[in-house]
């Protein structure tokens, strides 16, 4: 038989499984209990962050609309709407208008989510302005080591506010990681997260860093940053040191408590985009980018026969590539040809068009 030693979370839709499971083996565990019994619900997570006394946003949550009404009446818009249980942009809306708000507050209650089932309540927020980061970390008995912090490159596109373009790494002794990883371990102690990885999104705002929201696992992406995140630090990134962190508690507190300064390389992640949609019968495109002097990887999330949609959020992103070089010039000479690519909508060939 097995000796079970850990259990950890594969995916944001098995957190709170993990978390009951951990907790009932008796193994390091993040618990189920008092407050953090619900910790991945993003009211929850910015009422817990604002009792801690850290920068958190207004907001008003409901199962009806008359529960969030007052709220949007008086808060300035914009406003986002977005389901308490979501992942990927999923379901999140900047609505400039009582009347837009209230339309998208009874869409949300009526589709599935994309981790599975239905929504059942709404999040109304204020519009946090200012560029949002992820800071990624992993933790054990509290002791919090920062993997990397990131910038999101986020633009309005196909009538969408928030479109992933990618995600470029930032210098752990930037002005702006300064004060992004000490408030991040401040939300991590808030919610209760004294165990494991987790991949926090967070603005920085006219009044400092703000919460957006703290996903209480792993970076996402299908590791696809992992051969990236190894090369900025030189040899280790979330994974490793997530599997140190619940086997190996020496060589966890080996690991820096952040990234090297200067970072050890020089690349980013893209998130495809899509200015066209249809049937897909061939992807020329993608056999272009394989060849480009920075290419690392190529993880498709489409195929032929798939039907592509214009992308407006992650989950209608047609994939996503590493690039890497030593020559930041060839770098950006191939992430400009990519965007060019998407432009001319190279990408893909359609047996029919929409």
């Known amino acids: ?85 979501s992942a990927g942009s999923d379901g999140v809306k900047l609505c400039h208008s009582f009347e837009q708000a209230k339309e ?82 401040g939300v991590l102690d808030a919610l209760g997260m004294r165990h494991g990885p987790s991949h926090g999104e967070i603005i920085i705002t006219n009044d400092g860093p703000c919460l957006v929201e703290m996903n209480c696992r792993a970076h996402g992406g299908d590791g696809n940053w992992t051969p990236l995140a190894r090369a900025l630090t030189g040899s280790y990134c979330q994974v490793d040191v997530t599997a140190n962190a619940y086997l190996d508690e020496e060589e966890f507190h080996k690991v820096p408590d952040v990234p090297p300064s200067p970072l050890k390389a020089h690349g980013l992640e893209i998130n495809l985009v899509s200015y066209s949609k249809g049937k897909v019968k061939s992807m020329p495109g993608f056999d272009v980018i394989k060849k480009l002097p920075s290419f690392v990887c190529l993880s498709p999330a489409v195929s032929i026969g798939s039907e592509v949609k214009y992308t407006i959020d992650l989950i209608t992103s047609p994939g996503c590539c590493v690039l890497m070089n030593s020559d930041e010039a060839v770098l950006k000479k191939d992430v400009d040809f990519i965007r060019y690519l998407e432009e001319i909508n190279g990408l893909f060939v359609y047996e029919t068009k929409g």
């Not at 098995?14 to 009211?43: C, Q």
Request: with cysteine.
């Open 104 to 185: 998208h507050f009874h869409h949300l209650l009526t589709v599935e989510a994309v981790n599975g089932g239905y929504n059942t309540q709404v999040l109304c927020q204020e519009f946090l302005q200012g560029k949002e980061y992820v800071v990624d970390h992993v933790s054990r008995n509290g002791v919090h080591k920062t993997m990397m912090v990131w910038v999101y490159d986020k633009r309005p596109r196909n009538g969408s506010q928030f479109v992933y373009f990618g995600m470029l790494p930032i210098d752990p002794t930037s002005d702006e990681a300064k004060v992004l990883i000490p408030y991040t371990r």
């Open 1 to 85: 038989y097995y000796t079970i030693v850990g259990c950890i979370a594969g995916g944001e839709a098995g957190v709170d499984m993990a978390d009951l499971l951990s907790e009932k083996l008796g193994v390091l565990s993040n618990g189920t209990k008092g407050d953090f019994a619900n910790r991945r619900d993003k009211r929850v997570q910015q009422d817990l962050v604002r009792d801690a006394g850290l920068r958190a946003v207004r907001q008003a949550c409901g199962e009806k609309f008359e529960d969030v009404e007052e709220f949007l009446r008086s808060e300035q818009f914009p406003v986002v709407l977005k389901p308490t249980d």
